[in-house]
């Protein structure tokens, strides 16, 4: 609850803080965030355990601490990535903010079904975002199509990697049209 002010007080760009849930025999932490701006409208994607990965399970044996700590530590420089990338993106920085975002998807202990989904799911938006069919008709559109499959790998119910592709099925549909309002789409490729 105190998240905000706390972020605020200490002037952080973002505050990752760690929530314990407690059960008689385990208990589980689960990563979360503030970011004290109020113009930052893309952080839906990130937030809580159903976008980001489960919660991490933490118990006495000193193994598994020290594998929970890699745990955090990669959803913790993940997550850095994500934020950076969606600055960049907010601010229509599309080339910088793909960067970063293949920056979270490239982390070594950043494992598949800890929440990577949206790292490839927001690098295949941005190529798509800068996509423009009259200077580099192809390229963009492949590697989103790639970056929304890996998605679909860590996660095929994660609907957005779906509508992901199908707006790359839509444009490759009217790539040599002239415009998608003149009828000439290729409907196989739809």
């Known amino acids: 609850a105190n998240a905000r002010e706390i972020a605020e007080k200490h002037n952080a760009t973002i505050l990752i803080y760690g929530v314990v849930r407690k059960s008689p025999n385990q208990q589980w932490v689960e990563l979360e965030f503030e970011i004290p701006a109020n113009s930052f409208n893309y952080e839906s994607e990130i937030v809580g355990p159903t976008r980001f990965g489960e919660p991490i399970p933490m118990t006495p044996d000193s193994q598994v601490d020290y594998e929970a700590n890699i745990m955090f530590d990669a959803r913790t420089q993940a997550l850095k990535y994500l934020v950076t990338g969606l600055a960049y993106f907010s601010i229509n920085d599309y080339e910088r903010a793909v960067v970063e975002f293949r920056s979270a ?30 200077t580099d008709p192809e390229r963009n559109l492949e590697e989103a199509k790639k970056a929304f499959e890996s998605a679909l790998d860590d996660n095929n119910e994660y609907a957005r990697i779906y509508l992901g592709l199908g707006a790359v099925a839509r444009e490759e549909a009217v790539l040599n049209a002239d415009s998608a309002c003149d009828g000439e789409v290729d409907a196989d490729k739809l």
Do not use: C, H, I
Not at 117 to 125: I, N, Q
């Open 105 to 134: 998807t490239d982390l070594q202990n950043w494992k598949s079904g800890e929440g990577k989904e949206v790292a490839y799911m927001f690098v295949g938006t941005t190529l798509l975002r800068n996509y423009d069919p009259r």
